[in-house]
Structures are given as structure tokens and as C-alpha cells.
């Protein structure tokens, strides 16, 4: 979740940090007469939708047993092993809170993750992505689903590159999606290092997103895909960077 989309914000020091979020995408320019008095006129003046987000300190911390006797008889670098493991283990242990951490009152520690943030901000409803559950009457899976979540995003926003986010399992499903001419909607990449595609989008993986296509009702251990531009509603605190 961090290295995909999500805005970074860097403090040099720990504690409480708000940040305030707005929408405009409601609002247009009018037109007056000349010399009219544009200040008074209709929709001229209007605000923003705006909130904020409270963002706390969490610290993440994980240890490797190694003996003076393994590091010194090991026939290879034992040290830079245990560097790539624990790399490891902080970035699983990180992507699984800024994906599905709560951020309650209870867990004041934890972050608020992704799927349980959405609508989750004082006073702003985020506009920029979209979530989907599966249909009681079937998977929920289908062409129309996919469509109604591209669909659900403002053109001006999802065009600015939002890309889809789900468990690879989920996307194993929807590779095998045709449309009403029998071709496949999955768009594999063909340059090294570019992401494969749905209808244009990019799709990354995330193994802390539900993997079970079955499972229909809400709450963040039923959300499967994500599909916006989630800089515009997601971010990441960085202390001491």
C-alpha cells in the first residue's frame, strides 16, 4: 500500500499531526454581466467540501535470533540475509495495517487502513475511489461490476492515472473476464517493470486485501478491489525520515 499511490507525508517528530483534505470537483466558474456584481452572484462564492485527518505515530519494530557462532561460521553473508528478512517482515507488517488497520480509540497505535478509511474522514466524504462487495446473487465478479466501479469515480479524477488494488487471487478471477466479443478485459504488460492493465488502468497486488470472491456483506474483511486515485484521499506519515 505505501509504494502504491499512497501520499507520504515526512515530520520530523512523533506526535498528534492533522491534515486538512477538500473536494472541489462540485463547483464551476459563472459568468457574470460587465461590471455586475460578482460576489453576490448565485454559486460565485462557494466552498470547497473540506475535512481533515488526524494522523498519530505508530512505531514498527521485529528482531532476528543469530549467535556470534552463526555469523562467524556462516559460508555466506548471514548479515545481509537477516538485513532482506527483516526488510521483509517490515514491509508485510506495514502493508497489512495500511491496508486493513483499524486506527479505533482502542487501537490508538494502529493505523487507519486504506479499506476501513474511506469514508471514514470528519466531515468529508472521499470521492475518489470506490470499493465493491460481492452480489448476494452470484460472485459478483462480472463485466457490469467492473464497470459500475470504473464508473463510479469522476472522469476528471480517474484520468489522472487511478489504478486498481486487490488480493492476486481476486485478480487471477479477473483475468479470466471476457467481453460481448469473447476478448479477454486483462491487458498483460508487455515492458519490464510497467504494471499489466484493466481497460487502461494499472492493477497492483496486495496480498492484505480479501482474497475470497464469495464472501458478500461489508466491513473491512470483505472488501476485494479498490479501484481510484488514492493519493487524492490516502496517506502515509513518515517520522523522522
Known sequence: ??????????????????????SDIANEAKIVAEKGNWVTASGVLADATSGRVTFRDAKFVSGVKATFEMIRDALFDLQAQIAIDLGGRFGRGMNRKFTT????????????????????????????????????????????????????????????????????????????????NGQYIFEPSVQAGAPSRIWGYPWFFNQHMNNDRDTVGTGLDVWKLLFGVFNRGFGIRDVGQ
Open 1 to 22: 500500500m505505501r509504494w502504491q499511490r499512497a501520499r507520504l507525508y515526512p515530520t520530523s517528530q512523533g506526535g498528534t499531526f492533522h491534515v486538512s483534505l477538500s
Open 101 to 180: 488497520g483499524t486506527g479505533t480509540a482502542a487501537t490508538p497505535d494502529e493505523p487507519k487502513g486504506i479499506v476501513d478509511a474511506i469514508n471514514d474522514v470528519t466531515g468529508f466524504t472521499m470521492p475518489t475511489y470506490s470499493v465493491a462487495a460481492a452480489d448476494e446473487s452470484d460472485t459478483g465478479w462480472g463485466f457490469v461490476r467492473l464497470l459500475d466501479m470504473e464508473h463510479s469515480v469522476d472522469p476528471a479524477i480517474r484520468t489522472g492515472g487511478a489504478p486498481w488494488m486487490g488480493h492476486d487471487l481476486m485478480f487471477k478471477e479477473l483475468r479470466k473476464l471476457k467481453d460481448t
